[in-house]
């Protein structure tokens, strides 16, 4: 079992930064992968960055590419999610995830077992 707490969310004005935190507990070895998930009200959620736990590879959304960066620190078992350049259409709920080993891809939320509770963000024009 893997349970994740993320941070960080609140509120900024566009052109703005924030950067979510998300520590992960438990059975780290069984983790293969980490994403930030984000879900706007009425829209899907939707995959915006991932990174392999060693911190080799990693895959950004094209929405956000170039203003958002994923880093981890195995050491506190925790990855963030720098965001820089907000604008409003990044406001959504944020959510960390954990893509274990057996899975095939960490491109969808089906293939991660393990999610934190959430963390708010919020764009003003």
Known sequence: QVQLVESGGGLVQAGGSLRLSCTASGSILSIKAMGWF???????????????????????????????????????????LQMNSLNVEDTADYYCAAHPWGKTSPRNAQEYDYWGQGTQVTVSP
Do not use: C, M
């Open 38 to 80: 984000r879900q706007a009200p009425g829209k899907e959620r939707e995959l915006v960055a991932s990174i392999s736990w060693s911190g080799v590879t990693t895959g950004y959304a094209d929405s956000v590419k170039g203003r958002f960066t994923i880093s981890r620190d195995n050491a506190k078992n925790t990855v963030y």
